[in-house]
């Protein structure tokens, strides 16, 4: 094969990784009009219980405060935003990309029995830390028990 250069392999590489997102995403990599289609994502999410709060964590390298959204309606949390493309990072067709920029959105269902209006974001590093509390509601509460002398005189009172 004379001639071929390693743009030639790179886009031979691109091509049948187009391929294969064309494969489990449907249409190709090109939208009607001829425009590049953005691919939409949905970053990924893990969820811990302290005592005191529910965390949540979504991994978002590349998104800035400016680009992202959180909402709260009802017990429904909505995350939005979008990760942009980076600009002058190769020439049309020589580049190469496993990385998904676009918009996205991601709705969780809360549990019942969390302090929505109190909840905390925290964007740090590429990850946003989210804390909901506990509604003070529904924490357990200890009963204390009382014994002898001091349970007859709760009695009495």
């Not at 187009?18 to 009009?33: C, P, S």
């Not at 289609?37 to 590349?62: I, K, Q």
């Not at 830390?129 to 028990?145: E, G, L, M, N, Y």
Request: overall charge negative; hydrophobic content about 35%; proline content about 6%.
């Amino acid at each position: 094969m004379f001639g071929r250069t390693i743009f030639d392999e790179l886009n031979q590489v691109r091509r049948s990784f187009d391929q294969l997102f064309d494969n489990v995403h449907g249409d190709g990599q090109r939208t009607t009009a001829g425009a590049p289609r953005e691919w939409s994502f949905a970053p990924p999410v893990e969820t811990g219980w302290t005592d005191d709060h529910l965390n949540l964590r979504v991994v978002l390298p590349g998104v800035s405060e400016k680009d992202l959204s959180i909402t709260v309606q009802g017990n429904k949390l909505t995350l939005q935003g979008e990760r942009r493309a980076p600009e002058n990072f190769g020439k049309e067709g020589l580049v190469y990309s496993q990385i998904a920029y676009g918009k996205f959105e991601r709705s969780l269902e809360l549990p019942a029995g969390l302090d929505l209006e109190r909840l905390h974001a925290y964007l740090h590093d590429g990850v946003l830390d989210i804390q909901v509390p506990v509604a003070q509601a529904v924490k357990p509460k200890q009963i204390p028990i009382a014994t002898g002398r001091d349970a007859q005189k709760s009695k009495a009172a």
